[in-house]
């Protein structure tokens, strides 16, 4: 801990929260920068304004079957439930904030603020694209109600997840968690079909007895910090798609559902570079990212097939748009190892690494590609739109079986550290 931070601690830990606060920021700058000079954020732009125009196709043509009520509890749930908390805190803070623990109080209701804040802007956000929608169908509760009813909701999952990172039981902590998203889940179904409003009140009462009954730390030090951990992680994840930057320990997941994959790997001295790179897509941040990339533009894209999107074309865009954003996330794993002691000490070829990124590049992105591509088959093929969907198709696979190999091969040759 620095001299600075140590007498900013002295004054209150209010002031250590904002200078920390605007370290991280001030140090993310330039990474923002390098993401803007990528041109991810015009592409991101021209998206939405497609997915406006899209939207208002969607709401001008619903069929009379449209799920309003699935649809709104797919978008509002996780925009609900997912209750960050940035806390800044470090490994060393166990030394030298746990004397101060009595003051904590008030540094944690200030991350409070700082994350329920943005996830009201966000909830806000979220009812603002899906009320339309609701409304244009058979929506019986008002547009009112409804935000009204969104905002106390997060207010109270943002109470709740605090409780559940005081709890002590880590299984308690995990089984708390499904079952608070499932009960939301639920709620936002009462609350669209305009009924079981009772359910409310029963599950306030419910969920107030298990977290009040339930062992729990004043603050949950090791849960804060490994939060922070994984936050920072993401970000770095992220920010390396971009640009070479230092990075911390990666962390690691089992993923059980996806771990059968390296298995499959033959034993051999050759596959040693390709099993590594494929465990750490496999099991750290990165595939976590991946994975919700490619379900949110399989999601996104089912909605603009389904809608036919600007005659197909703008559901074969939108398609290609997340091809090419889980490309740009892929980027990062030529970047994983590069600083490893042990590439120099074990008696493996360096020429097998830069295959072994290619192809597990090759594959993962190919795979993702396939997937978001998967709603273009099913909703424009039977509704003739088969250029669109057929040139989406081929594009991908353009992108992913020819430019992406070259220029990851094209970055690994001229990156300076490659030696």
């Not at 770095?236 to 298995?263: C, H, L, M, N, Q």
Request: aromatic residues 12%; glycine residues 6%; charged residues 15%.
């Amino acid at each position: 801990m620095s001299g600075a931070e140590a007498l900013t601690m002295e004054r209150s830990v209010e002031a250590l929260w904002r200078s920390r606060s605007a370290a991280f920021w001030r140090e993310s700058m330039p990474y923002f920068r390098y993401m803007a000079q990528s041109g991810l954020p015009g592409v991101t732009i021209m998206a939405l304004l497609a997915g406006i125009s899209g939207y208002g196709i969607l709401l001008r043509n619903l069929p009379a079957n449209f799920p309003f009520v699935l649809v709104g509890v797919l978008v509002l749930t996780p925009l609900i439930c997912w209750s960050p908390l940035r806390t800044w805190l470090r490994e060393a803070d166990i030394v030298f904030l746990v004397p101060r623990e009595a003051e904590m109080p008030a540094y944690i209701r200030r991350s409070m603020r700082y994350n329920g804040m943005a996830g009201m802007a966000v909830v806000l956000i979220g009812c603002a694209a899906y009320l339309p929608l609701y409304h244009a169908g058979d929506g019986r509760t008002s547009a009112v109600f409804v935000v009204l009813a969104s905002l106390v909701i997060k207010l109270l999952q943002i109470q709740a997840a605090w409780r559940e990172r005081q709890i002590v039981n880590g299984g308690s902590r995990r089984l708390l968690r499904v079952l608070r998203w499932v009960a939301t889940a639920l709620a936002i179904t009462a609350l669209l079909k305009a009924s079981l409003l009772i359910y409310f009140a029963n599950w306030f009462v419910l969920f107030a007895i298990i977290y009040t009954r339930l062992p729990r730390y004043p603050i949950p030090w090791l849960t804060l910090i490994e939060e922070e951990k994984r936050t920072r992680r993401r970000y770095t994840v992220f920010f390396s798609a971009f640009a070479d930057i230092p990075t911390e320990s990666a962390g690691v997941k089992t993923r059980k559902y996806a771990g059968w994959v390296a298995r499959l790997i033959p034993y051999r001295k050759s596959n040693a570079f390709f099993y590594l790179y494929t465990q750490t897509l496999i099991r750290t941040e990165l595939g976590g990212i991946l994975l919700r990339l490619t379900a949110l533009g399989l999601f996104t894209g089912w909605l603009s097939a389904y809608s036919a999107l600007f005659a197909g074309w703008g559901s074969a865009g939108v398609c290609l748009l997340f091809v090419w954003l889980t490309g740009v996330q892929l980027r990062a794993l030529a970047q994983a190892h590069r600083h490893s002691v042990w590439r120099h000490v074990y008696p493996l070829p360096e020429a097998t690494r830069q295959a072994a990124v290619l192809r597990v590049d090759r594959r993962a992105s190919l795979l993702c590609a396939l997937i978001i591509w998967l709603p273009q088959g099913i909703w424009l093929l039977p509704k003739g739109y088969t250029v669109q969907a057929g040139a989406s198709l081929v594009i991908a696979l353009l992108y992913v079986l020819v430019l992406r190999p070259a220029s990851v091969k094209k970055k690994m040759s001229a990156d300076p550290e490659e030696d």
